[in-house]
């Protein structure tokens, strides 16, 4: 199982950015998907999560109404969409694979699976 993170970049407060992440080697409805972010100086947390085949999702506090986790079966991917972003969202984000799905979320010892992070930054 291979995971791809890309999309991250500069954006200004306020702004969107989209990350990717294509799976590929397995089905993508194999897997609950997660993303999470480390920022500078802090523990890596849980940001969203999409469950395997429900498509059932989870937000952190702190992205909740702002970021959007979807995912498309045609092409094995699955998006973030981040808008209103603030500076606190910098920092390099992960995609993960959990084949058991998303009992553990937000706790990434559930993720079996782990991409490159694409490092984001919002600043002016």
């Known amino acids: 199982v291979q995971l791809q993170a890309s999309g991250g970049g500069l954006a200004q407060p306020g702004g969107s950015l989209t990350l990717s992440c294509a799976l590929s080697g397995f089905s993508l409805d194999d897997f609950a998907i997660g993303w999470y972010r480390r920022a500078p100086g802090k523990e890596r947390e849980g940001v969203s999560c999409i469950s395997k085949s429900e498509d059932i999702t989870y937000y952190a506090d702190s992205v909740k109404g702002r970021f959007t986790i979807s995912r498309d079966r045609a092409k094995n991917t699955v998006y973030l969409q981040m808008n209103m972003l603030r500076p606190e969202d910098t920092g390099v984000y992960y995609c993960?694979?959990?084949?058991?799905?998303?009992?553990?979320?937000?706790?990434?010892?559930?993720?079996?699976?782990w991409g490159k992070g694409t490092q984001v930054t919002v600043s002016s």
């Open positions: 993960a694979a959990a084949f058991g799905g998303t009992r553990q979320w937000p706790n990434e010892r559930g993720m079996d699976f």
